[in-house]
């Protein structure tokens, strides 16, 4: 999830024109809804409505959406090209600040395609330039919904394309919104000395032409980075001074974001009581305006605070909440639609390049007829060449989907690219080994076969459960299983992640074995026998190094005494038991993922059973805790 406090403040000025006084907009909305009765329906009630909801597109999104549809109406039934891109436009931007990223994404593509015509077919350059802009607004706002989606790559494509087109029409504060944005790209990136230098470059430029809104929001975003960067009273410094500027334009979007981002830095600032306040007030000014996100972002910071003040029944509720409306707003379905409106909006404007061919293939059809012979000449040697392309895509996907079977997506990306893949150091990886019981007996009653074909189904189990997390399998030796979270892309949920993973193993090794091969029962022609699969697992966290070794038979793996160690705990643990390290137990602890660190109440916590200082093979003593789940 991106952070509610950067991505709304920045498309509270890239939506369109600079707005330096809200206050005064607030008034003039007052004034122009007074005048919209006397108007008649053509273009100047169509541009008063989509002023309106312009205005109001910050506090009210729900009403500025029903003015803009207004607009809309009017504008198509007089054939008002402009009104209606501005409508689209408007209305697709109070969708983000609701958090309905897929109906956004609609509005925006179609009001692209309206100013991308306006361009083509407008021969007044006054009219050409409003295009223009409005396309240079629009692919600034698809960015931010992209963003919003963690979909870095389609974000900068229309960074890109928002950037070309303002500095073209020589829109020096139109560039400062996208300068904002390339430094919340770089502090996803955590080059955060990158992004402050871009940040400061739009807020140089929003002092300059007067932009209090702008200015908030730059402030807004150097608190951001400030806060992962550890300064939490300078954060706290650039969150208030944003506050107070929202505050005096009385923009609410921006005070809740801005009380968010307080709250948080109060729990950072051990102000826990305080942050509860100021989280909750943020929470009712996001719940008054609709604000998925705000309210989400909330959720989090509550959970967070609870947790502090132990309060561990309260911080699984509120940590509850927040899952579910993140859920909402990065799920699947909503993703879909994204990428089917995308590739239909490509597909027709691809469609309608054609059709400008064919309508000049028409005035040379003549032409046309006298090539048809040369062309149905090459035909069989096209379709030869057709045939032999397709079956070269088929087999070069299935070289890359067994690739993708051994390498992670992105070390694969730069073998193919390099021809070798870089070591990486990761400072926290949590790994995880599983071992079982007696499995030389095991191996002893069963023939080659069957033992085979009993891992083969007990490890794909293995895989279908981690999967269902940011955990990559690493290997199997013999009836060893290594898997790791944390990599190949870095996280701080990897010790929760891979914990729960476990506690799915260890579920379905004690209730869902009835379903293997052969059953716990085996029977051959002399004698029955019984088979008592029974696991250990153990895990630990702390730096890794990964990497592929091999030329021949490629294989990503991990090493380092993180790897050791979470071994020995595989070794130092007992059967139907999950065994961690103290350092996973920390990592564990100071996770706001952790529902329960004590089980008084709530089912689906943890509980944890210190077994203190174990001894452990070549390691000396390590603290040691078995971890189960309250059901």
């Known amino acids: 999830m991106k952070l509610f406090s950067t991505s709304f403040l920045i498309i509270l000025f890239s939506s369109g024109s600079i707005i330096t006084s809200f206050g005064q907009s607030s008034s003039s909305i007052d004034s122009l809804g007074q005048k919209l009765n006397t108007l008649p329906e053509d273009t100047s009630k169509v541009n008063a409505l989509n002023d309106i909801a312009f205005k109001l597109r910050n506090n009210k999104p729900d009403q500025a959406f029903q003015y803009a549809s207004q607009a809309l109406a009017i504008a198509e039934k007089h054939h008002y090209t402009y009104g209606i891109a501005d409508a689209l436009k408007i209305m697709g931007t109070t969708q983000h600040y609701k958090g309905n990223y897929g109906e956004a994404i609609g509005y925006f593509l179609k009001s692209l395609k309206i100013f991308e015509e306006l361009c083509k077919t407008s021969s007044n350059e006054k009219s050409i330039r409003a295009a223009k802009k409005g396309m240079a607004s629009v692919y600034n706002n698809m960015g931010l919904v992209y963003y919003a989606q963690n979909n870095n790559e389609k974000a900068i494509e229309n960074y890109a394309n928002a950037m070309n087109l303002k500095e073209e029409l020589g829109d020096k504060a139109g560039v400062a919104s996208t300068l904002s944005n390339l430094g919340l790209m770089y502090y996803d990136m955590k080059q955060y000395e990158k992004a402050i230098e871009y940040i400061n470059k739009a807020l140089k430029i929003h002092k300059e032409f007067g932009n209090q809104m702008g200015v908030a929001a730059s402030y807004s975003l150097l608190g951001d980075v400030y806060d992962v960067m550890e300064n939490f009273e300078t954060a706290m410094k650039y969150f208030l001074d944003a506050l107070a500027i929202h505050e005096k334009l009385?923009?609410?979007?921006?005070?809740?974001?801005?009380?968010?981002?307080?709250?948080?830095?109060?729990?950072?600032?051990?102000?826990?009581?305080?942050?509860?306040?100021?989280?909750?007030?943020?929470?009712?000014?996001?719940?008054?305006?609709?604000?998925?996100?705000?309210?989400?972002?909330?959720?989090?910071?509550?959970?967070?605070?609870?947790?502090?003040?132990?309060?561990?029944?309260?911080?699984?509720?509120?940590?509850?909440?927040?899952?579910?409306?993140?859920?909402?707003?990065?799920?699947?379905?909503?993703?879909?639609?994204?990428?089917?409106?995308?590739?239909?909006?490509?597909?027709?404007?691809?469609?309608?390049?054609?059709?400008?061919?064919?309508?000049?293939?028409?005035?040379?059809?003549?032409?046309?007829?006298?090539?048809?012979?040369?062309?149905?000449?090459?035909?069989?040697?096209?379709?030869?060449?057709?045939?032999?392309?397709?079956?070269?895509?088929?087999?070069?996907?299935?070289?890359?989907?067994?690739?993708?079977?051994?390498?992670?997506?992105?070390?694969?990306?730069?073998?193919?690219?390099?021809?070798?893949?870089?070591a990486k150091q990761y400072e926290q990886v949590t790994v995880m080994f599983t071992d079982f019981k007696g499995f030389t007996t095991i191996a002893e009653k069963l023939s080659a076969e069957e033992l085979v074909s009993e891992l083969d189904f007990l490890f794909k189990k293995f895989d279908e459960i981690i999967y269902k997390y940011p955990i990559e399998k690493i290997k199997?030796?013999?009836?060893?299983?290594?898997?790791?979270?944390?990599?190949?892309?870095?996280?701080?949920?990897?010790?929760?992640?891979?914990?729960?993973?476990?506690?799915?193993?260890?579920?379905?090794?004690?209730?869902?074995?009835?379903?293997?091969?052969?059953?716990?029962?085996?029977?051959?022609?002399?004698?029955?026998?019984?088979?008592?699969?029974?696991?250990?697992?153990?895990?630990?966290?702390?730096?890794?190094?990964?990497?592929?070794?091999?030329?021949?038979?490629?294989?990503?793996?991990?090493?380092?005494?993180?790897?050791?160690?979470?071994?020995?705990?595989?070794?130092?643990?007992?059967?139907?038991?999950?065994?961690?390290?103290?350092?996973?137990?920390?990592?564990?602890?100071?996770?706001?993922?952790?529902?329960?660190?004590?089980?008084?109440?709530?089912?689906?916590?943890?509980?944890?059973?210190?077994?203190?200082?174990?001894?452990?093979?070549?390691?000396?003593e390590i603290e040691m805790y078995f971890v189960e789940q309250i059901v």
């Not at 993140?326 to 390049?353: F, G, H, P, V, W």
């Not at 064919?358 to 032409?367: D, I, M, R, T, W």
């Not at 199997?476 to 193993?505: R, S």
């Not at 137990?585 to 210190?610: C, D, I, N, Q, R």
């Open 250 to 422: 009385e923009v609410k979007y921006g005070i809740a974001a801005n009380l968010t981002s307080i709250g948080v830095a109060q729990i950072h600032l051990k102000k826990y009581h305080e942050a509860i306040e100021t989280l909750n007030n943020a929470f009712d000014l996001s719940k008054e305006m609709g604000s998925k996100e705000g309210t989400s972002e909330c959720y989090q910071g509550l959970s967070r605070a609870y947790f502090n003040l132990n309060d561990f029944k309260r911080a699984y509720e509120y940590h509850k909440l927040y899952s579910e409306t993140k859920d909402s707003l990065l799920n699947e379905e909503s993703s879909r639609q994204i990428a089917e409106m995308q590739t239909k909006y490509e597909t027709e404007k691809k469609e309608q390049q054609i059709h400008l061919l064919n309508k000049e293939g028409e005035l040379q059809k003549s032409e046309v007829r006298r090539q048809k012979i040369i062309i149905w000449s090459v035909v069989s040697g096209l379709l030869i060449v057709v045939v032999l392309s397709l079956f070269i895509i088929k087999e070069r996907r299935k070289s890359e989907k067994l690739l993708l079977n051994i390498l992670p997506a992105e070390t694969a990306k730069e073998l193919k690219a390099n021809g070798k893949a870089k």
């Open 476 to 620: 199997t030796i013999g009836d060893a299983y290594m898997c790791a979270g944390g990599l190949p892309t870095a996280n701080n949920t990897n010790a929760m992640d891979v914990v729960k993973a476990a506690m799915e193993i260890q579920e379905f090794m004690q209730n869902g074995l009835q379903s293997t091969v052969y059953g716990l029962q085996l029977k051959d022609n002399r004698k029955q026998e019984t088979v008592d699969w029974k696991l250990r697992i153990g895990i630990h966290t702390g730096p890794v190094t990964a990497g592929v070794v091999g030329d021949k038979k490629f294989a990503y793996d991990i090493w380092g005494d993180t790897v050791n160690t979470a071994s020995r705990m595989e070794s130092s643990g007992e059967a139907g038991k999950i065994n961690i390290s103290g350092a996973t137990y920390l990592a564990l602890k100071e996770s706001p993922l952790l529902p329960l660190l004590k089980g008084e109440s709530a089912s689906g916590g943890f509980a944890f059973t210190h077994r203190g200082k174990i001894p452990a093979k070549n390691k000396g």
